[in-house]
């Protein structure tokens, strides 16, 4: 059973962190949209002239919806996964993490590579290669994260770690500067 | 044709198809659970008018222009894709001879909603009217 002394280190670690919205459980439309409900009010405050809330909301339903791109039925936690939206002074974290296939990597892998090494110029033709394509399942996953890459001047990270010989956890972060 | 009136929910935009005033406005938040069963009956009317324009042009020669509005607070990847459907359908009227205004209305503050603009307006080669509120 949790402590009453393990959920203030839970506190304490969030207040250091500045962590804003910290999430993990069952993710599926409706949990995701009364999330983006209460996120959206919570940035409505910070609203500034640059319109930073509006990018922040805009990477968040992107790394949201892109969790459900990589759910599979043959993973039993296909839909158990987590959301931090973090701010420091000069720039918001978001991070997801949800349960992938170890199968599902390698094109997950060499697809966020690719992104990573894009210019803006070059993401931005990518972008529209993609909208006019056919509409499929990969396709439409690939365009979210270009559009997270285009919205933080590509400043994204992401790593695996493997939980068993079947599944990993696959952790996503987009960082999104405060222009002051 | 009857007018086409979709009222907005909290994941998905608002749909006013006007066939009096011939003003065509999709405007509010567009993340659709199921963004194909949401766009395919919008795309299917603007298909579907293109034969109560022809015959408003050639029985009354009543050529005024129409207007297309996007205000847009948000659209996620998905729905950006069927927002490209409706502008093809939009080029391929402009070429069958319409006349066509396009308003892309943004946020002042959301230099992102205004890229999309240029970006949409670029791809398909067709002149937007920018609007910022």
Request: glycine share 4%; charged share 25%.
């Amino acid at each position: 059973m949790t402590q009453v002394s393990t959920a203030f280190e839970v506190y304490q670690f969030m207040s250091e962190k500045n962590i804003l919205i910290a999430f993990t459980g069952y993710f599926d439309h409706l949990v995701t949209t009364s999330l983006l409900k209460n996120i959206k009010n919570k940035l409505s405050v910070i609203q500034s002239a640059t319109g930073i809330d509006k990018k922040v909301y805009n990477v968040l339903v992107e790394s949201i919806e892109n969790i459900s791109k990589y759910a599979s039925s043959r993973n039993p936690h296909q839909n158990i996964a987590m959301l931090l939206l973090c701010k420091s002074d000069d720039h918001f974290t978001v991070i997801t993490g949800n349960h992938i296939l170890n199968n599902d990597i390698p094109a997950l892998k060499e697809k966020l590579d690719k992104v990573a090494g894009l210019s803006l110029i070059e993401l931005k033709k990518m972008y529209r290669e993609q909208m006019l394509s056919k509409r499929t399942h990969e396709n439409s996953a690939g365009l979210g994260i270009i559009d997270i890459a285009i919205k933080s001047d590509n400043q994204i990270k992401y790593d695996f770690k493997q939980l068993t010989e079947l599944t990993s956890f696959y952790l996503f972060q987009t960082e999104i500067n405060i222009q002051k | 044709m009857d007018s086409l009136i979709i009222e907005a929910t909290e994941d998905s935009p608002k749909i006013i198809f006007d066939t009096v005033s011939n003003r065509f406005i999709i405007s509010g938040e567009s993340r659709p659970e199921n963004a194909g069963k949401f766009y395919t009956p919008v795309i299917n009317w603007i298909v579907n008018y293109e034969e109560t324009l022809f015959s408003r042009k050639q029985e009354t020669k009543d050529d005024s222009a129409l207007v297309f509005i996007f205000k847009l607070d948000y659209f996620n990847s998905t729905s950006a894709k069927y927002i490209m459907d409706v502008l093809l359908i939009i080029k391929k009227f402009v070429d069958l001879g319409y006349k066509i205004n396009i308003e892309w209305h943004y946020d002042k503050r959301d230099d992102d909603m205004l890229d999309a603009g240029n970006e949409f307006s670029d791809t398909v080669d067709l002149k937007f009217d920018f609007i910022e509120y």
